[in-house]
Nanobody, 120 residues
Framework: QKQLVESGGGLVQAGGSLRLSCAGS????????VGWFRQVPGKEREFVAG?????LYADSVKGRFTISRDNAKNTVFLQMNALKPEDTAVYYC????????????????WGQGTQVTVSS
């Protein structure tokens, strides 16, 4: 069964850092484009960053977040620095085509999500 498993979320103060991990299970992340999205209650899932043949970032996280991939670990990471309260959300990773796009429906495999809470 192909799936993704996120980890690394938690509670952090504003200005702090977290590193999220997205591990492939039955799925080789280097064969897909992997995107990070986030969602707060009542709102749509929002693109954050993605890595495939291209790398994209949402404007709101440029210069603060860095996405990377470790093929040996079959894992994609999202390093989040200078966190803000508005970064609070459940973060999901998804796997789709190798061309990174902003739309969640372009991704066929998802993890269960990991909660990130940034206190002011």
């Amino acid at each position: 069964q192909k799936q993704l498993v996120e980890s690394g979320g938690g509670l952090v103060q504003a200005g702090g850092s977290l590193r999220l991990s997205c591990a492939g299970s039955g799925l080789t992340v280097s064969s897909y484009g992997v995107g990070w999205f986030r969602q707060v209650p009542g709102k749509e899932r929002e693109f954050v960053a993605g890595i495939g043949w291209n790398i994209l970032y949402a404007d709101s996280v440029k210069g603060r977040f860095t996405i990377s991939r470790d093929n040996a670990k079959n894992t994609v990471f999202l390093q989040m620095n200078a966190l803000k309260p508005e970064d609070t959300a459940v973060y999901y990773c998804g796997a789709g085509t190798d061309t990174i796009r902003h739309f969640p429906w372009e991704y066929g495999y998802w993890g269960q999500g990991t909660q990130v809470t940034v206190s002011s």
